[in-house]
């Protein structure tokens, strides 16, 4: 997801993020594909992604593209509770047979989450500031 953090009103806003969507889009299909532009099941592009490396890369191009390099945030809702089994995290889970050794602890997908923080403009979601 993103979040236009310098946009000024709503309206602005959402401007940016319709822009920085096509931008998405198009860059999505290029790279993947014309079906890379088909929508998910939550209204967004939905190419065929293997790591959170390469979708960030996608967004973070599509941000550039679009003019909004550091005036555009991206936040995460990576949906853990779906790839979490017997205490663990399966990040291979849409893959039926799943390699168990390779499942990760919380302080490990926490590493991996902090890591991908410090290397793209990932703020907290929701953010602490809104619109006025």
Same mark, same amino acid.
């Given at each position: 997801?993103?979040f236009p953090s310098e946009a000024s009103s709503f309206t602005e806003a959402f401007q940016q993020g319709a822009e920085v969507y096509q931008q998405l889009k198009s860059l @999505?299909?290029?790279?993947?594909?014309?079906?890379?532009? +088909?929508?998910?099941? /939550?209204?967004?592009? @939905?190419?065929?992604?293997?790591?959170?490396?390469?979708?960030?890369?996608?967004?973070?191009? @599509?941000?550039?593209? @679009?003019?909004?390099?550091?005036?555009? =945030?991206?936040?995460?809702?990576?949906?853990? &509770? /779906?790839?979490? =089994?017997?205490?663990?995290?399966?990040?291979?889970? =849409? +893959?039926?047979?799943?390699?168990? &050794?390779?499942?990760? &602890?919380?302080?490990?997908?926490? /590493?991996?989450?902090?890591?991908?923080? =410090?290397?793209?403009?990932?703020?907290?979601?929701?953010?602490?500031?809104?619109? &006025?």
């Amino acid at each position: 997801m993103i979040f236009p953090s310098e946009a000024s009103s709503f309206t602005e806003a959402f401007q940016q993020g319709a822009e920085v969507y096509q931008q998405l889009k198009s860059l @999505a299909k290029k790279k993947y594909g014309t079906s890379a532009g +088909n929508v998910g099941d /939550e209204g967004g592009v @939905a190419p065929d992604i293997q790591t959170a490396k390469e979708a960030l890369d996608l967004i973070t191009a @599509a941000i550039d593209k @679009a003019g909004y390099t550091g005036k555009i =945030k991206i936040t995460m809702d990576p949906a853990s &509770s /779906e790839f979490y =089994k017997d205490g663990k995290y399966d990040l291979d889970f =849409k +893959n039926p047979d799943s390699d168990k &050794s390779k499942w990760i &602890s919380s302080e490990e997908l926490a /590493e991996i989450y902090l890591g991908l923080a =410090k290397e793209y403009p990932i703020v907290r979601y929701p953010p602490l500031s809104t619109f &006025s």
